[in-house]
């Protein structure tokens, strides 16, 4: 019985100290150039001038359809963009920003006299036990936390992001 017990300790000991394994990746592969971002066909890839590193599937917005036009409107921009920040404490699991808004979506909501919003990101899940399903988001990119950690540890701030339809 005594070592039964040691054993079921050793095991749950294990199992503990596996689930606190860091959600921080390294990568020493080549520099992701660029990340294109596919919304009609829910692709993102990771790329080295044109060679794809990396493609993953994803969630969008509530209304994935179209150019974000102004905060609350639940669609993710579409344009030329910047990664400009990152954030380790993520409700999301991990992000990286989106330098959303730029100067043509001020000037463009300024003349339609709304709020562009902002705090867009590519992003984990707010559960690790979300496995997707229909698009979900505020206006961001969401995917598994595995694969934001991949995309995490591989893209640097100052990327560009080309956001198609």
């Given at each position: 019985?005594?070592?039964?017990?040691?054993?079921?300790?050793?095991?749950?000991?294990?199992?503990?100290?596996?689930?606190?394994?860091?959600?921080?990746?390294?990568?020493?592969?080549?520099?992701?150039?660029?990340v294109l971002v596919y919304k009609g066909k829910r692709s993102m890839f990771l790329m080295h001038d044109d060679a794809?590193?990396?493609?993953?599937?994803?969630?969008?917005?509530?209304?994935?359809?179209?150019?974000?036009?102004?905060?609350?409107?639940?669609?993710?921009?579409?344009?030329?963009?910047?990664i400009n920040r990152r954030n380790p404490n993520s409700n999301f699991h991990l992000s990286l920003g989106i330098d959303?808004?730029?100067?043509?979506?001020?000037?463009?909501?300024?003349?339609?006299?709304?709020?562009?919003?902002?705090?867009?990101?590519?992003?984990?899940?707010?559960?690790?036990?979300?496995?997707?399903?229909?698009?979900?988001?505020?206006?961001?990119?969401?995917?598994?936390?595995?694969?934001?950690?991949?995309?995490?540890?591989?893209?640097?701030?100052?990327?560009?992001?080309?956001?198609?339809?």
């Amino acid at each position: 019985m005594l070592i039964s017990k040691r054993a079921m300790l050793a095991g749950s000991a294990a199992f503990a100290l596996s689930a606190c394994s860091s959600k921080f990746k390294t990568y020493d592969g080549p520099q992701v150039t660029r990340v294109l971002v596919y919304k009609g066909k829910r692709s993102m890839f990771l790329m080295h001038d044109d060679a794809v590193l990396k493609g993953y599937r994803f969630e969008l917005g509530f209304a994935p359809q179209g150019h974000k036009q102004q905060e609350g409107d639940g669609r993710t921009p579409e344009g030329n963009y910047l990664i400009n920040r990152r954030n380790p404490n993520s409700n999301f699991h991990l992000s990286l920003g989106i330098d959303y808004p730029n100067e043509e979506d001020v000037a463009r909501a300024l003349e339609a006299g709304v709020d562009p919003g902002g705090d867009i990101f590519i992003h984990g899940q707010k559960s690790r036990w979300r496995k997707g399903g229909d698009d979900w988001t505020w206006g961001c990119i969401a995917v598994t936390n595995k694969e934001m950690e991949e995309i995490y540890a591989m893209v640097r701030d100052g990327t560009p992001i080309d956001i198609m339809p």
